[in-house]
């Protein structure tokens, strides 16, 4: 079975340029989360989804962050525009339903250095 | 609000030896699910061990087991016969109660564990 899919792996802007991060789930998995993940620390929740409805976005930096799910797939993250404080590394996951919907499985993330 | 203490930011220990990572959190759910997470230095985060709030028995996965306390709010992670692959980054996580459909996975700063050969 094919775990999470992230690309790209990294990813290195200009402040002030977009940027776009892509996740593919688990097949079947209907719940998708995005986290920021800051050297040295936790990932933090930006937003999650469950089929294509966001159900959590309280974290997301709305002024530049937005994130889609259009047909309850796969997913993006975008930043428009970017800062410096942006760099980190953003991780995709996934839960499946039924008695192991609070088990996320994770991608390997994307690394963002924003110059 | 729900916060999470891992107060052991780096451990290193020897090859087969057992260690006990800690890790503290304060929430006002009754039922909940607590994690522990491995994240090695690929970055692939991966699930090592799952215990339910309401269970009094430890979760157990081969070397891995848990030492939960509920009244405390202290959900440690042992690993047993430590070996090299165990080298990573280790996250604990409690989840609030899913009943109110809630599944925001709120993580500790982390422990870095070295196994030395």
């Known amino acids: 079975e094919a775990g999470v899919v992230q690309s790209p792996r990294y990813k290195i802007i200009e402040k002030k340029q977009p940027v776009a991060f892509w996740c593919n789930p688990i097949s079947g998995h209907n719940t998708l989360y995005w986290y920021l993940q800051n050297l040295g620390q936790g990932p933090e929740l930006l937003i999650r989804?469950?089929?294509?409805?966001?159900?959590?976005d309280s974290q997301l930096p709305k002024d530049r962050f937005s994130a889609e799910r259009l047909k309850g797939v796969d997913s993006t993250l975008k930043i428009q525009p970017a800062e410096l404080g942006d760099s980190a590394v953003y991780l995709c996951?996934?839960?499946?339903?039924?008695?192991?919907?609070?088990?996320?499985?994770f991608g390997a993330g994307t690394r963002l250095s924003v110059l | 609000a729900q916060t999470v203490t891992q107060s052991q930011p780096e451990m290193s220990v020897q090859e087969a030896e057992t260690v006990t990572l800690s890790c503290t959190y304060d929430t006002s759910e009754n039922n909940y699910y607590l994690f522990w997470y491995k994240q090695p230095p690929s970055r692939q985060m991966i699930l090592v061990i799952r215990q339910e709030a309401y269970k009094q028995q430890n979760a157990t996965e081969n070397r891995f087991s848990v030492n939960f306390q509920k009244a405390a709010k202290s959900f440690s992670l042992k690993i047993s016969d430590s070996q090299l692959g165990d080298t990573a980054m280790y996250f604990c996580a409690p989840e609030p109660s899913i009943i109110q459909g809630a599944q925001k996975l709120v993580f500790g700063q982390g422990t870095r564990l070295t196994i030395n050969p």
């Open positions: 996951a996934s839960s499946p339903g039924g008695a192991n919907k609070n088990i996320q499985y």
């Open positions: 989804y469950e089929n294509e409805e966001a159900v959590d």
